[in-house]
């Protein structure tokens, strides 16, 4: 097969497995804030609800479009779609799993394996405040453009406190692969344990991006009324809250590679020469284990949210500018040195 | 100190661990966590329903006697007695063709209870001297439109061949206090006049 033809088809099964992923985190939304809450949940659209993304998805097609007359027509109409399509760009450089070969040809399980992946990956994320940013200035209407003002300071703090945790990680690594990064981690011990206080720096830092509570200062239905989309309706509303689990599903999947090994899972190279079984099974198994550690993160996300309260908007400031972006500093520091000491550097 | 939870509010300067505020999140995670497994305490309505009690106040019902003719009168004590002002009616006199149909010679040719403006107290019920309306442990159904909920007689009225039981809003204490005549809902307007002749 032509390797343009693999991408392709890669890119849209990958595509297409975003979205249901997305679909289906609104309805693990709903059902795992429900039972948190002893409740049940969406329980009516098919057996035990599950067809309750379809019918959410329908309704927002259906709901009449909105666009004010006093707003800025086309920014506001690209602003849902710049959000809705970093999100998507963010999951090109993700390695799903190891390779699979099909008679002559042998592929690898990710769409572009850039060798400065990491740097892709942030400037993407960094691009995804744009969609909040001109959708909220679009709006024309006050509380739009507080959370949009909220949103931009927001992804700036934490995204330096984030670039800085990742520096340490880099460090360590030594590539900006993620594909490396996860191969480095096919044996032994996964990179949490070398770097756990920049896995926590991290993991706040992918709260803070996504706009994830305790971090939701940009959406705030209580006091900003939705935030940045205040305004908007129909399907446009739609593509910002799907950029949300988008992004969601993203940075689930990245904080797998960076700190958990990715695809990898414990013992795979003595359960391949126990079980004696081809490297295609074994790729298999590595997505399988990719999405059960992307699927934790999820879970997470939505553990988190449905446990903590927001923060408010000067201890949000606090957390960002005073204590993660000192601490992953720290953490560089004490890395270098770690490193200079075990031979690794000189 | 009458349930025994209360905590003494005490405010002092937070510890580090406290103030490193990652435990009492971990804390907070834990208990949430453990509501996953708590029993739920949704009742998935149209399958399941609470309990009521036997003689829950609910829709009405116009009660025809053993021979299947209306009890109502129209005599209008209900409509009197309605603090929410929900019933109306429009009284017709019989013809010797409907005698099967209206147990007496006065009966009501339109009743109408305004769901919406109904209470559900129960004080029609006590004023009716035919007992004639009674509430049932029916749920009123909901419904799009507001005229929808002003219940006629097709509604109202209970079917010949269903009756519906009311005998346990009909205890005998009950009919016993509605014989009592001391309080002034249970006179009806004969015994109002010979009260009022008797002081004379």
């Known amino acids: 097969m032509q390797p343009l033809l693999i991408k392709a088809i890669l890119v849209v099964i990958i595509f297409v497995i975003t979205l249901l992923v997305a679909l289906y985190a609104t309805f693990a939304e709903r059902k795992v804030s429900a039972i948190m809450q002893d409740r049940i949940g969406p329980n009516r659209a098919g057996p035990f609800g599950l067809l309750q993304p379809l019918a959410d998805g329908v309704k927002m097609f259906m709901k009449e479009e909105l666009i004010p007359s ?19 760009m963010t999951g090109v450089v993700i390695p799903w799993g190891g390779s699979i070969t099909i008679g002559e040809t042998t592929f690898d399980l990710q769409i572009t394996d850039l060798n400065i992946g990491i740097l892709y990956l942030f400037g993407v994320v960094s691009m995804g405040v744009y969609g909040i940013m001109i959708g909220g200035w679009a ?47 096919d044996a032994g011990f996964a990179n949490i344990v070398y770097q756990p206080v920049g896995f926590l720096i991290f993991l706040i830092c992918a709260f803070a991006e ?10 705030c239905e209580t006091e900003l009324i939705g935030g940045y989309h205040t305004e908007y309706s129909s399907l446009k509303l739609g593509f910002y809250l799907f950029a949300e689990y988008i992004n969601m599903f993203v940075s689930s999947a990245v904080i797998a590679c960076f700190y958990f090994g990715g695809y990898n899972f414990p013992f795979q190279t003595e359960l391949q020469n126990w079980l004696g079984f081809s490297n295609n099974v074994l790729s298999i198994l590595q997505v399988l284990a990719m999405f059960g550690k992307v ?22 400031m606090t957390l960002g500018w005073k204590i993660l972006l000192p601490l992953a500093l720290i953490n560089i520091f004490i890395t270098g040195i770690v490193m200079y000491f075990s031979g690794s550097i000189n | ?48 329903k609470r309990p009521i009690a036997p003689v829950y106040r609910g829709q009405h019902v116009l009660k025809r006697d053993e021979s299947g003719a209306e009890r109502c009168t129209a005599c209008g004590l209900c409509a009197v007695a309605c603090p929410a002002e929900a019933i109306t009616m429009v009284a017709a006199e019989r013809t010797k063709d409907e005698v099967s149909l209206y147990r007496e010679e006065k009966y009501a040719s339109v009743y109408e209870i305004n769901m919406l403006r109904c209470i559900f107290c129960g004080l029609c019920e006590e004023a009716c001297p035919k007992e004639a309306i009674f509430l049932t442990d029916r749920i009123v159904p909901s419904t799009f439109e507001r005229h929808e909920f002003i219940f006629g007689k097709d509604i109202l009225v209970e079917p010949v061949n269903e009756r519906l039981d009311v005998t346990k809003r009909q205890t005998p204490e009950v009919l016993e206090f509605k014989k009592d005549k001391k309080h002034k809902h249970n006179l009806t307007f004969l015994d109002k006049v010979i009260v009022k002749k008797s002081r004379h």
């Not at chain 1, 984030?162 to 191969?183: F, N, R, Y």
């Not at chain 1, 449905?306 to 949000?316: E, G, V």
Request: overall charge positive; some cysteine.
């Open chain 2, 1 to 48: 100190m009458l349930t025994n939870r209360s905590k003494q509010v005490v405010k002092k300067e937070m510890t580090w661990v406290e103030k490193a505020y990652l435990p009492a999140i971990f804390q907070g995670l834990i208990i949430t966590f453990k509501h996953i497994f708590k029993k739920k305490a949704t009742i998935r309505y149209p399958e399941q």
């Open chain 1, 210 to 219: 996504t706009n994830r509570a305790p971090f939701d200062m940009p959406e």
């Open chain 1, 295 to 316: 699927l934790f993160f999820i879970f997470f996300f939505m553990w988190v949210r449905w446990t903590i309260p927001r923060f408010r908007y000067d201890q949000l």
């Open chain 1, 70 to 88: 006093l707003s800025n027509k086309w920014l506001f109409i690209i602003g849902p779609c710049i959000a809705l399509l970093t999100s998507f």
């Open chain 1, 139 to 185: 709006s024309n209407n006050k509380f739009s453009l507080i959370g949009a003002i909220r949103a931009s300071s927001q992804m700036i703090s934490y995204e330096i406190a984030m670039g800085l945790a990742i520096i340490a990680l880099v460090m360590t690594t030594g590539t900006l692969s993620l594909k490396d990064i996860v191969m480095q981690q």
